[in-house]
């Protein structure tokens, strides 16, 4: 009996142990919990490779503190003498290279890939537990690698100022933590794209089909937002100052309708929102088609906006 009420004290003990800790990050600025960026950074560079009229290039900065960054930056070839506006883009999991070999016609911009520094899958079996907490470290430090990034390619000889952040599915969701440490570092986003986000991140994991089993889902959910809650979009929104346009999915089976909603209510405006039909945003065979129009879309609109220069051909922006 003395067991069991031990254990039960202990436990409530923990409950409100954790509790407390969480009410306490609630409340303090959210970029006083991230790491900051890094300048200065050394950077590598892999030989560049031409195609299609794109120099396509590999380059990782060096940071001591927050890890190796990876980024993959297409130029137009030849590389044209006015300054370059950059495009920032924040794919689904995988390497940059991947998440930008299918924005084309990008005319004569700076298109950056961020090579996500987590796994594709976050959690591969018991042993996964073993570095959850090198994941949260590097999950944590994404918003401070982006931005040191963003600023060493603001330096290249090439680059404009205006800079604009594609944030597409997982990338909807950083893109918020991101822009406000670039903007309180002096980096400040122009325009910005969240395509197929939601908020709190543990609703996006309490309704995951692929988070198995699936019963784990719901007790998930308030770890994630409480050990997230830094990086939670819905805080850092509001002091955005960028313009912003949201694209959603009707039938988004990621995505709950109600997270998306919270999500596209805490966009400040000047926002533009679009919906399209459909299932969450990918790269198959099946989706190829809405992926082309989103990318058609988002084009249209920075271009719109003077974030981006048009393409030679005026027919490519339709």
């Given amino acids: 009996m003395r067991l069991r009420r031990g254990l039960i004290a202990g436990a409530l003990l923990l409950l409100a142990g954790l509790t407390a800790f969480v009410t306490w990050r609630d409340r303090r600025d959210p970029l006083a919990l991230l790491p900051q960026p890094h300048h200065e950074l050394a950077a590598d560079r892999t030989p560049a490779t031409v195609a299609d009229g794109r120099r396509l290039q590999h380059v990782v900065l060096h940071d001591p503190k927050r890890g190796d960054i990876g980024l993959t930056i297409s130029l137009p070839e030849p590389l044209p003498a006015k300054p370059l506006p950059i495009l920032l883009v924040l794919g689904g999991l995988g390497t940059g290279e991947s998440n930008i070999r299918y924005l084309t016609d990008a005319g004569d911009n700076a298109i950056v890939g961020y ?88 609703a996006l994991v309490a309704a995951n089909p692929h988070v198995r089993p699936g019963w784990v889902r719901s007790l998930l959910a308030p770890i994630v937002d409480g050990l997230l809650a830094p990086l939670q979009p819905t805080r850092h929104l509001p002091d955005l100052t960028s313009q912003f346009l949201v694209l959603e999915g009707t039938d988004d089976a990621l995505i709950p309708a109600a997270a998306s909603a919270r999500l596209r209510d805490a966009v400040p405006e000047p926002k533009t929102v679009e919906r399209f039909a459909g299932d969450h945003v990918g790269v198959g065979p099946d989706k190829a088609a809405l992926l082309a129009q989103i990318i058609a879309d988002s084009r249209a609109w920075l271009i719109d906006k003077g974030a981006i220069d048009p393409p030679p051909d005026a027919t490519a922006t339709q």
């Avoid at 931005?147 to 680059?159: D, G, H, I, Y």
């Avoid at 800079?163 to 670039?182: D, T, Y």
């Fill in 115 to 202: 090579d996500w520094p987590i796994p594709v899958r976050f959690y591969d079996g018991p042993a996964g537990f073993l570095r959850l907490m090198k994941l949260y470290r590097r999950l944590m430090a994404i918003p401070a690698q982006v931005t040191s990034a963003l600023e060493w390619v603001a330096a290249e000889p090439w680059a404009d100022r205006r800079i604009s952040l594609l944030g597409f599915s997982l990338g909807a969701l950083a893109a918020p933590a991101i822009e406000h440490v670039a903007e309180r570092d002096g980096r400040p986003i122009g325009w910005t794209i969240l395509a197929y986000g939601g908020a709190p991140l543990g």
